[in-house]
């Protein structure tokens, strides 16, 4: 979170960036940052994005696709959460993304899953699709898209 706060910041002031296609720094974190911090990740990141998207001065394209950013973050967190062995977290940042989804609900839920695969995939690892979605938290959260109203694409 604080890597892309600073990157945020840097883009709102005008500074000059350019993305390189090569690993150029690793952070190598103790195997007990990687699952047991994944909570302070996830409010870090929800931090940094809702103090983002609160500015006044944001040019009005970023304005314009808040809520999908607002998606995209949080289903990246609610994967982390899942990947971390906290699927309770997974479906509460997965509720909120639901709030914001630029997609139909359908189609919110097949964002999800393509979501967890592709993190997954850039992660080094296979989602196991099934194992995801009969787990009890993914059918508890199933339930509650069923009776939420229906997300309307922003």
């Known amino acids: 979170a604080e890597a892309i ?3 945020l910041r840097l ?3 005008n500074c000059q960036m350019e993305w390189l296609r090569e690993l150029v720094v690793y952070h190598y974190p103790p195997a007990a ?3 047991g911090n994944s909570r302070e990740r996830g409010r870090s990141l929800t931090t940094v994005i809702n103090q983002l998207l609160a500015r006044s001065d944001l040019p009005s ?3 314009r696709h808040s809520a999908q950013i607002r998606f995209h973050t949080w289903t990246w967190i609610a994967w982390d959460s ?3 062995g906290h699927p309770t977290a997974m479906v509460d940042y997965l509720k909120q993304a639901w709030h914001h989804s630029p997609h139909p609900p359908v189609d919110t839920i097949i964002a999800w899953v393509e ?3 592709e993190f997954s995939r850039r992660w080094g690892n296979a989602l196991e699709p099934h194992q995801l ?3 009890p938290e993914w059918q508890e959260l199933m339930g509650w ?3 939420s109203p229906v997300c309307l694409p922003h």
Request: charged fraction near 20%; aromatic fraction near 8%.
């Open 133 to 135: 979605c009969h787990s």
């Open 11 to 13: 883009a709102m002031m």
């Open 145 to 147: 898209c069923l009776d």
């Open 115 to 117: 979501g967890f695969a």
């Open 82 to 84: 899942y990947r971390t």
């Open 61 to 63: 394209e970023v304005v």
């Open 5 to 7: 706060d600073l990157i």
């Open 33 to 35: 940052d990687a699952v």
